[in-house]
């Protein structure tokens, strides 16, 4: 759970991890600052801010690692994905099909 926060909160010293507007570039770069195409680590970053909200919310006792990580982002005033966000999902995202060469 320690490493997942660790990615939640990564974040360029030229963004801000509390700026909701920067999610798509801290995404864009959480892996490797020089993908050409980010969208797979974008959509990444955005399922794992949901995810970890989701779970504090589904596991919400005191001693729960899930509900401690959030605890601990909102602590370092993470943004976290909202419907404003979630709406500039890109369809680049989908996984790509398999086409079948017979």
Not at 26 to 47: C, I, Q, S, Y
Not at 52 to 63: G, I
Request: hydrophobic share 40%.
């Amino acid at each position: 759970m320690d490493r997942l926060k660790i990615m939640a909160a990564q974040c360029p010293k030229t963004l801000s991890v509390s700026n909701e507007e920067h999610i798509e570039r801290r995404g864009a770069v959480l892996f490797d600052p020089n993908d050409p195409t980010p969208d797979f680590a974008v959509e990444f970053l955005r399922k794992l801010l949901d995810f970890m909200k989701d779970w504090a919310y589904l596991f919400p006792s005191e001693n729960s690692l899930f509900l401690k990580a959030y605890r601990d982002l909102m602590a370092m005033q993470v943004a976290f994905p909202t419907k404003k966000t979630k709406a500039k999902v890109s369809r680049k995202t989908e996984p790509p099909s398999q086409s079948s060469n017979q």
